[in-house]
């Protein structure tokens, strides 16, 4: 297996994305398979790598990491017979920290540990925002790294740690750590889930026979014919035994809750649950609210596939337009599909998706799409559209500008590389070249997902610095690197 992932396609980094996404399962024979299961119905949330760590009371804790997707690595009896025990958690990634397009498989999680009590494995969903200072502080007391990933500034605080036991040494070193995450973490005996107390990312517990599973999303917990119970709280620390069953705490201050708002929006798997709502139910909503906001003329409404559907199905249903797959997807397309020549980086969006030409032909087609990050393959879209004799392209965007980068687990582009950060909307339009382009407002958003009133702007209901500038943690190694941030009044 090559040492670094295959070059991503060239129209690839229009999207925001995700960084990863964990499981963790106690409690049931051979829990690693279901864990393999659980990374697979969570491969959306990271393509670059995968790792499962596993424990079993004669062979102890056992590991493998792999590139590239959960099917082509952890689908196999050979490798599955490495990872026995009724104990095992995985991670799936993508990089927002670490040497991105040079990942070293020391940067796949989980990560491991051994104590003076026993050994510890931990993925990590989020962005450690005072990484580099916690860092440049545990280097010079003597830690030694072996990745460059921000998640083992967790690993090494837990080793400095003076606490007796490893979920309390766990508690102490997340007090030391700024910014956003959810954990599924494991002893020898033991399966642990935390939530930062803004509970920015999701982590969701369920039952499957007499054990218990932790998963970033609930869709996760269907593959695996899991009961979905809850969602771990915001600040909440879940620690699992055979032994105890569940015990609950919260070990942090408590601070009114900041969920990503664009979990909803894009991240999540339209089948999963999210605050009780359907995804695929908000996503039509979010489209709903669109219409109402911003309605135009036009013949069809078509989805840019996959992320657009649900809201384009609202934004049809709301205005009355007629629904069309106006564009269809390639879903054979994927990350090593062919060394990215010159002619095929020409060929650009067309090797992911082709326009449906005897519908659009001579049609005013409105496009529903997610969202606008750099801009790129919304051209590419649009001139697609165009070349198929389209009458009429307008845009509608699900969610509202995106002008901020984030920092707490997301790949996001420098502030100056997102198109709404130096255009306006009458801007952006014309640099698309489309007859409209129109986003949905932060309060049409809020109000999708059940705030009736919309945006509090005193207190916040959902993180949504993207869209806001509004961060609900200092980004603290961004702001001493030059970052500025947005002026508060």
Known sequence: MSQHMPPAHPFDDDKLKEECGVFGVIGTKDSANFVALGLHALQHRGQEAGGIVSYDAEQGFQSARRFGYVRDNFTSQKIMETLPGPLAIGHVRYSTSGSKGQTAIRDVQPFFGEFAMGGAAIAHNGNITNANALRRELIERGSIFQSSSDSECIIHLMARSLQRNIPERMEDALRRVEGAFSIVAMTRTKLIGVRDPLGVRPLVLGKIGDGWALSSETCALDIIGAEFVREIEPGEMVVISEQHGIQSHFPFRRVAPR???????????????????????????????????????????????????????????????????????????????????????????????????????????????????????????????????????????????????????????????????????????????????????????????????????????????????????????????????????
């Open 259 to 489: 969920f990503c708002i664009f979990e909803h929006v894009y991240f999540s798997r339209p089948d999963s649950i999210l605050g009780g709502r359907s995804v695929y139910e908000t996503r039509e909503s979010i489209g709903r609210e669109l219409a109402k906001e911003a309605p135009v003329d036009a013949d069809l409404v078509c989805p840019v596939p996959d992320s657009g559907t649900p809201a384009a199905i609202g934004f049809s249903l709301q205005s009355g337009i007629p629904f069309a797959m106006g564009i269809i997807r390639n879903q054979y397309v994927g990350r090593t599909f062919i060394e990215p020549s010159e002619q095929i980086r020409n060929m650009g969006v067309r090797l992911k998706l082709n326009v449906n030409r005897a519908l659009v032909r001579g049609k005013r087609i409105i496009l529903v799409d997610d969202s606008v990050v750099r801009g790129t393959t919304s051209r590419k879209i649009k001139e697609m559209i165009l070349d198929a004799g389209a009458a009429e392209v307008h845009f509608r965007i699900a969610s509202p500008p995106t002008a901020w980068p984030c920092f707490y687990g997301v790949d996001t582009p420098q502030r100056d590389k997102l198109l709404a950060a130096t255009m306006s909307e009458d801007e952006m339009r014309d640099h698309l070249n489309v007859d409209s382009l129109k986003f949905i407002s932060l309060d049409g958003l809020y109000r999708a997902v059940g705030e009736e009133k919309g945006r509090n702007n005193k207190c916040p209901q959902y993180c949504d610095a993207c869209f806001s500038g509004d961060y609900p943690v200092k980004p603290s190694d961004q702001i001493s690197d030059g970052f500025e941030m947005k002026a508060t009044k």
